[in-house]
């Protein structure tokens, strides 16, 4: 059975697309820790990131390096945090969140809530930049 984001990467659900290749989809949280926080996820559906062949998860950190560098150029922030946590959806994903304090990172924060047009206002903001 297909992983969410193996849905999402089909079309099947819809989504805040960022950027895509032929290895890689980014998409916005829906559930953001912050404005503008996004998924890098491998089309290929591998549970496990550190399970990813060494080639690929060192291409999906280049891929993800070029997406933070896009959100930084978008949204205001003093940087873009990366997260791993691999535990809620079974597809290896990375987490990149606009920070500007250390704090903006705990799990325990209130999420952020964002309408359908600021969704997709950040996602072409970001888009562009990229």
Do not use: W
Request: charged letters at 25%.
């Amino acid at each position: 059975m297909a992983t969410i984001f193996s849905r999402i990467i089909e079309g099947e659900i819809p989504s805040y697309r960022i950027a895509e290749d032929d290895r890689f989809f980014a998409f916005l949280d829906i559930n953001p820790m912050a404005k503008g926080h996004t998924l890098v996820v491998p089309k290929q559906e591998t549970d496990y990131l550190f399970d990813l062949e060494d080639s690929l998860l060192a291409e999906m950190m280049v891929f993800a390096k070029k997406v933070a560098k896009a959100i930084g150029a978008a949204v205001s922030c003093e940087r873009v945090g990366v997260m791993v946590i691999g535990l809620e959806v079974p597809h290896a994903h990375i987490h990149l969140i606009p920070i500007n304090r250390e704090g903006d990172m705990n799990l325990a924060n209130p999420r952020v809530a964002l309408t359908k047009e600021e969704f997709e206002e950040i996602a072409a903001s970001i888009r562009n930049a990229f």
